[in-house]
């Protein structure tokens, strides 16, 4: 196993293992906060919120996967180059809006419930991936596409037999950026009563009770670790073809929020 | 018969069919309620319905014409229309909701918001298309900016419910506006200060590097929302024990804190890109010469890797702008005090009070840094 | 084998990059496309392959337009090489290879043959080879695996952009050595571009020399070094070592005098008669033993014999 397997193995477990043992933990809580009677979130079971949220960001992510990477590509092609100044300038000013906001206005118009969350969530993770997909096309050596075309291969062939495996490491760490993301924000979607694992923080920060927002805080921390490492133990066989790279302040791409 | 322009067509033809098939503004009778839509032609604007006319015109020009045409035409009209729908706009509340202390509300509908934007995006392709200067580009967006701002501070949109929203919230707001910009620039300043110091030892020791960015990417893979939650009982046990210090688990402090501990990642690594792209010869050449390591950092290093480290610093605090929105769901305040109110009261214009300044500032930030970090590398 | 008529091609800019150009390959041919950049040689070469597509003019391969045969099928049939950079980086070595024969779907244990065939060919151990990542190589054995790579499916034509423009000089002259071979073994015909002119006149058995889209002088290397057609070409190969190129051209064992023998360490008879005069005046000696490739002894040199002949 490598270095970011076994991080991910035991990061798998620690959630695992916290996930069963939090609604037996009233005693453990009880040393941290004496003056207290509800010590552990009851209203939901912890693990029904890990796959609630789950659910929410990776349909969201997998939905704004396929048209991210969908446009990027597209901009990218002979036809649809007029287009790519259009989508860098819309990524950029995208820059200055904070995933929140998105859920935020979306909520008002859409109505309560999942489908708004689902649809802020999608929209703003478009953009890691579009981005990944175009920094990653970028990244393609010209010499490669050039000697593609010249042994006689098809547009097509080059695109998946060339330009997307070259890509692939770069297009990765987009969709990883996005999931992130998405996971930060599916949590403040809690703030208007959806199910995921926000809720004992919302909860716990509305009625001060400190007990429900560590026990949200490291599970959501701890899921957002798991899903990030997951991503970074599937990119490694994607870059086994590249020359090492030792400088460990570049490759992270995760943000915050 | 092809398209002489392909993305301003596309543009154009998505700001008419934005404007015909969306809500230009909305009426409520009352703040509470959603309201319904009146389309563009059914909205009391008068002889304004033929600005309609403007896009239908970048729509032939963008088929048919050359380049200069667009150039003399098409930037005006794209300006003109940016500057005259939200006029137009605050002419139909104002007919529609003539008492500014009233009950009803005019709100502005899904079809203004994208014909606008689309219209932005379409002056922007062709600016970019007409290649000025970038003075002259940067003189056209501020002329736009300054019309705007004209009609907001004339009273020309005050009768919309955003501006309603304005007036009545308009102390939270000034208040939302001093501790938004305390929390970014609070965490920023000894983020930049730490980070410059954890980049400088990075470089320096290239054994400390792994351990470090495996701290810092940790911090930034966590939600926003489970770093201030984390903070919240440490922060919460120090102030009960220690009660001279002012800090509480809620508040400004866990705020500031949290945005700090997110300030360090991209701040080390701006600060060691910066280094790392000084060029060996520069360095080998200074130590040649005779400079010692300190001289050599100072007169050398330092210099050549401030573009990069203030690129560093720029990302910082866009970012910080946007994660302070967060911070008010554990009582730091700031705009997202304003927007999390209008998202639990499920009110619009609330929630766009509370994003956008909070998109504006972070314009303004990137902006700003820009021309420093310009100014800086003409020096070089 | 291929034949342009009067192709033109004009990109962007006012001044075409190819002008109503003409030109002749037979088959069997080493032709080598020189000039300096902006002369339209590359443009030219990536015509024959379709990747540029002439404005007007045709171009025959084996007696068939180009323009009516598909172009991933015609540049299947044509081996190509540039540069080191256009190794695939995410493929093992038997990958690249083996790219044009999986194109043309080939069994895999015919690929497989077929690749272990090529490493020999171009003195690569196949053991050793066959699984490394281009990153894994150094720049001579990246360009050695190019090369079969443009191999690999048997093609009649070679083209070859700059083949070792990124190499450097003792690894790019074993390669020329390595190519001169191949193309003696196989017989294809080759046509490669380059702005050197000393690998010009040691690889061409043709040489077209162009500028500003346009045919300057073609001819054997001889041809070009005796008679220059005009100041232009002159120049281009070379004022001043005129002589010493023309001395390149040929070899030792065409001048030795096979019954005389001489004092000193022997030089080969395959040695050019260019590096014999820099033996000749770093041993201040008039005569040189020569010996032939198998180490027996074959003559003399005489210094007054480089002379011969030239006039």
């Known amino acids: ?257 | 018969m092809t398209w002489r322009a392909p993305v301003p067509g596309a543009l154009a033809l998505g700001t008419l069919i934005s404007l015909w098939s969306l809500p230009f503004v909305r009426f409520a009778p009352n703040r509470l309620l959603t309201g319904d839509g009146l389309a563009w032609w059914r909205a009391p604007l008068g002889l304004g319905h033929w600005a309609a006319l403007l896009p239908c015109g970048l729509l032939l020009l963008a088929w048919r014409a050359q380049s200069r045409a667009t150039r003399v035409v098409g930037l005006p009209a794209a300006a003109l229309w940016l500057v005259a729908l939200p006029w137009l706009a605050g002419m139909a509340a104002r007919q529609m909701a003539p008492e500014v202390d009233g009950l009803a509300r005019v709100s502005l509908g899904a079809g203004f918001w994208l014909s606008w934007g689309l219209m932005a995006l379409l002056l922007g392709e062709l600016l970019r298309e007409a290649a000025w200067p970038v003075w002259r580009r940067v003189l056209l967006w501020v002329g736009v900016l300054l019309a705007l701002l004209a009609e907001l501070s004339g009273g020309a949109l005050d009768h919309l419910s955003l501006l309603r929203e304005y007036a009545n919230h308009q102390d939270a707001f000034n208040l939302a506006f001093g501790q938004h910009v305390q929390l970014v620039a609070l965490s920023v300043a000894p983020a930049a200060l730490l980070g410059a110091s954890l980049g400088l030892l990075a470089a320096r020791r290239s054994r400390v590097q792994g351990a470090l960015f495996a701290v810092l990417n940790l911090i930034q893979t966590l939600p926003s929302i489970a770093l201030f939650g984390l903070l919240v009982a440490p922060l919460a046990w120090l102030g009960e024990h220690v009660p001279g210090l002012g800090i509480a688990g809620i508040g400004m402090a866990p705020g500031i804190l949290a945005l700090t501990l997110y300030s360090l990642l991209p701040m080390t690594r701006g600060t060691l890109a910066g280094l790392q792209q000084v060029p060996a010869a520069a360095v080998d050449a200074a130590r040649g010469m005779g400079m010692g390591s300190w001289q050599i950092l100072w007169q050398v290093e330092l210099p050549l890797a401030l573009p990069v480290f203030l690129t560093g610093l720029r990302i910082t605090a866009v970012q910080a702008v946007g994660l302070a929105e967060v911070a008010a769901l554990i009582g730091a305040g700031g705009f997202g005090a304003i927007m999390f109110q209008g998202l639990l009261g499920s009110a619009i214009d609330l929630v766009l009070l509370g994003v956008i300044p909070v998109v504006a500032l972070a314009i303004a930030v990137d902006l700003l840094f820009k021309l420093i970090i310009a100014g800086v590398a003409r020096h070089d | 084998m291929i034949e342009m008529t009067q192709v033109s091609k004009t990109f962007g800019g006012a001044r075409p990059a190819v002008d109503d150009l003409s030109l002749s390959i037979a088959a069997g041919e080493f032709v080598v496309l020189i000039g300096s950049s902006g002369s339209g040689k590359s443009t030219l070469l990536r015509m024959i392959n379709r990747l540029v597509e002439p404005d007007r003019g045709e171009i025959l391969v084996n007696g068939v337009d180009i323009r009516r045969q598909r172009p991933e099928d015609l540049r299947r049939r044509m081996g190509y090489a540039i540069q080191s950079i256009g190794l695939f980086p995410h493929w093992t070595v038997a990958q690249n290879i083996g790219t044009v024969p999986r194109l043309l779907k080939w069994t895999k244990a015919r690929i497989d043959a077929r690749v272990d065939e090529l490493l020999a060919l171009l003195h690569l151990d196949p053991a050793e080879f066959r699984h490394r990542y281009p990153h894994q190589l150094s720049g001579g054995q990246q360009q050695r695996v190019g090369v079969a790579r443009a191999l690999a499916a048997d093609p009649d034509v070679l083209l070859m952009d700059e083949p070792f423009g990124a190499l450097d000089p003792v690894t790019r002259g074993a390669l020329q050595e390595e190519l001169l071979r191949i193309h003696a073994l196989s017989g294809k015909t080759v046509v490669l571009v380059t702005h050197d002119i000393d690998e010009a006149l040691q690889l061409g058995s043709h040489i077209v020399l162009m500028n500003q889209g346009r045919i300057v002088q073609q001819g054997r290397p001889l041809d070009l070094l005796r008679r220059p057609a005009n100041a232009f070409v002159h120049d281009f190969v070379g004022r001043t070592e005129i002589g010493l190129r023309l001395l390149a051209l040929d070899r030792v064992a065409g001048r030795l005098r096979p019954n005389e023998a001489a004092v000193g360490e022997p030089i080969s008879a395959d040695l050019s008669l260019r590096e014999a005069l820099s033996t000749f005046v770093a041993r201040r000696v008039d005569r040189l033993p020569v010996v032939d490739d198998q180490g027996r002894p074959a003559g003399a040199l005489f210094f007054s014999d480089l002379l011969e002949r030239q006039l």
């Open chain 1, 1 to 257: 196993m490598s270095r970011v397997q076994s991080a991910l193995a035991l990061s798998l477990l620690a959630l695992i293992v916290l996930t069963g043992w939090l609604p037996h933990a009233g005693p453990a809580f009880a040393l941290l906060f004496p003056d207290r009677d509800r010590l552990i979130y009851r209203q939901d079971d912890f693990a029904d919120l890990i796959l609630a949220h789950l659910a929410i960001v990776g349909a969201s992510s997998l939905l704004a996967a396929l048209l991210g990477s969908g446009v990027a590509l597209a901009a990218t092609r002979r036809w649809g180059l007029a287009f790519r100044p259009l989508l860098e300038t819309l990524l950029a000013v995208s820059q200055a809006l904070p995933p929140v906001a998105v859920l935020a206005v979306a909520t008002p118009l859409i109505g309560f419930g999942p489908l708004p969350a689902l649809i802020a969530l999608f929209l703003y993770g478009l953009l890691p991936i579009a981005q990944g997909m175009l920094a990653g096309l970028d990244s393609v050596p010209e010499g490669a596409r050039e000697v593609a075309r010249g042994l006689g291969m098809t547009p097509a062939q080059t695109l998946w037999q060339v330009e997307l495996p070259l890509a692939a490491p770069v297009v990765l760490a987009g969709l990883r950026t996005s999931v992130t993301i998405n996971i930060g924000t599916a949590a403040l979607a809690s703030t208007v009563g959806v199910k995921t694992l926000g809720l004992p923080i919302i909860i716990g920060l509305s009625g001060f009770n400190t007990p429900y927002v560590l026990q949200g805080a490291v599970l959501v921390g701890l899921l957002a670790l798991t899903v990030d490492l997951a991503f970074a133990a599937l990119s490694e066989p994607l870059g086994r073809w590249r020359a090492p790279q030792p400088s460990p302040g570049e490759p992270t791409l995760a943000g915050a929020d």
